[in-house]
C-alpha cells in the first residue's frame, strides 16, 4: 500500500493521524511502517510541522497545518 505513496505524503498522514491522537503503534500497522515511522516523525520534527508537547503527544504546527491541507483532497 505505501510502496505508491511518496514520503512527504506518508508524512501528511502520519501529522494527521498524530494530531487525532491515534496511537503511534496503530499508525505504523496501518501505514505498514515498522521500521520506517520513527525517521518520518524525526523528519516532520525537524521541519517543524510537528511539535511533541510535555504530555508526550504531538501537535501539528502551523507549518505542518500548511503542509497537510496541501494533501488533503
Known amino acids: 500500500m505505501t510502496k505508491k505513496q511518496s514520503p512527504l505524503n506518508i508524512i501528511a ?15 505504523r500497522k496501518s501505514l505498514d511502517l515498522e521500521n ?5 516523525v524525526e523528519f516532520a520534527l525537524e521541519n517543524n510541522w510537528i511539535v511533541k508537547q510535555q504530555d508526550g503527544k504531538y501537535k501539528l ?6 503542509f497537510v491541507s496541501e494533501f488533503r483532497s
Open 61 to 66: 504546527t502551523d507549518y505542518g497545518k500548511e
Open 13 to 27: 498522514i502520519i501529522c494527521t493521524k498524530l494530531e487525532q491522537d491515534v496511537p503511534e503503534e496503530d499508525i
Open 36 to 40: 520506517e515511522y520513527l525517521s518520518y
